[in-house]
Structure formats: C-alpha cells, structure tokens
C-alpha cells in the first residue's frame, strides 16, 4: 500500500496512451511507472493490461494484427499471462512460430511470468525439446524468464537438479560451448536469489509494514 500510494499518481497522470509527438523520456517515465504499478498489483494498471491483451486475443490474425503499443507489450503481456490461464499462456507460446526477433525476445520472457508452477515446469520441459519452437539459443532466456519470479526460482533449481545429465548433454558439447557459461550464470543467479530470498523476505515485508503504519497515522 505504502509504494501503491506513491505510484498511483504518477501513473494516473502519464496514463496509457502514447502520443506520436511525445519525448524519448516521457516513454520511457510511462513504461517504467507502469511496470512498477502492475508488478505491485495497482488494480487500474492491471486491469488496462488484462483487457489490452483479451483484446490482442481476439484479433482475427494476432500475428500480424496488435494495436498494442511496441512500448507496453512487455507489461501487457506479463499481465496478461500472470493474470490468465492456460488459454492465455498457450496464446502467447503460439505466437513465437511468427514473431520477429525482438518480438520473440519479448515473448520468451513473458512466458516465464505465469504464477502456475505446472506452466513453469512445463515451459523448462519444452525448451528441451526439439518441436515445442523454442531454439537451443533460446534456452538460457527460458531458464532466465522462470528464475526471475519468486515462485519460478525453485522451480528452476529443481528443474536442474533433476535435468542435470540432459543439461549437461546439451550445453556442454563442442557445437554449442558458448552456451555453457550463461546456463551457468543462470543457475548460479537461481541459486543467490533463493537464499537471499529466505534470508531477507520476511525483514523486508515487515519494514514495510511498520513504515506504512507510521505513515497512516503522521
């Protein structure tokens, strides 16, 4: 409630749409304060996203037809899956077969954003597989995307541990040794996030939680 207060303004005043006139960092203000909101749960940011993206879902042909502003696909389509289900994770994973490069980062990193352990777990398995249209150079993006939220992390690591002979099998070979390192770091980064989060979580909510009350009653 504490950071909400803080955004809520802000976010109200940039809003959604985006002028063809608008400055570099106005764009930028507006992607950032809107990333913020949606990942703090600012009902108003996450309920444009989730009807941007039901909208996008209807499109006859949604590869080539997205009203969604370049900008805001990120934060639309994390919501969008987060807030979903299965028919809007399919949705997205549908779309990697068509998308452009940049398009296709984007997507490869919202897929991870899904809060069902069984879709995290299922999209670690299929980056793994020859048909699912995830490529081997893709692979670390899918690990990264799974281990970037509090519930992939372990999902992740035991996804690893119990993976590691096929992970093995597939990075550490002659064809493709320059993707070694980044799995690496990735499953190093899956590990450092898990302990601090034990460490750390419980301190951090409770600071919040005291600076809010203090806040309430000046």
């Known amino acids: 409630r504490y950071v909400l207060r803080l955004l809520s303004g802000a976010v109200n005043e940039v809003g959604w749409e985006v002028s063809a006139n608008e400055s570099v960092i106005r764009a930028q203000q507006r992607v950032d304060l809107l990333a913020s909101a949606c990942h703090f749960e600012y009902v108003n940011c996450l309920e444009n996203a989730v009807r ?3 909208n996008w879902m209807l499109a006859p042909n949604p590869d ?3 009203e969604i502003n370049v900008d805001l696909r990120g934060i639309v389509y994390c919501v969008g899956v987060r807030a979903g289900g299965l028919r809007e994770w399919q ?3 549908a779309r990697l077969a068509a998308a452009s490069a940049s398009e296709r980062h984007r ?9 069902a352990p069984h879709l995290l777990h299922r999209y670690l398995e299929l980056s793994l597989r020859n048909d ?4 081997k150079q893709d692979v ?17 690591f ?3 541990r119990a993976n590691w002979l096929k992970l093995r099998n597939l990075f550490v070979t002659e064809s493709c040794s320059d993707l070694g390192r980044p799995v690496q770091q990735v499953l190093e980064t899956v590990a450092a996030n898990v302990q601090w989060r034990e ?7 409770g600071w919040l939680l005291e600076h809010d009350r203090s806040t309430n009653t000046s």
């Open 107 to 115: 997507l490869l990193s919202v897929l991870g954003c899904t809060t």
């Open 64 to 66: 080539s037809y997205n």
């Open 199 to 205: 460490r750390n979580y419980q301190a951090i909510v």
């Open 132 to 135: 699912s249209g995830i490529r």
């Open 158 to 160: 035991n996804f690893v």
């Open 140 to 156: 670390v993006r899918v690990f990264s995307a799974v281990a970037g939220t509090a519930i992939g992390q372990p999902i992740a």
């Open 91 to 93: 949705f997205a994973h």
């Open 52 to 54: 941007m993206y039901a």
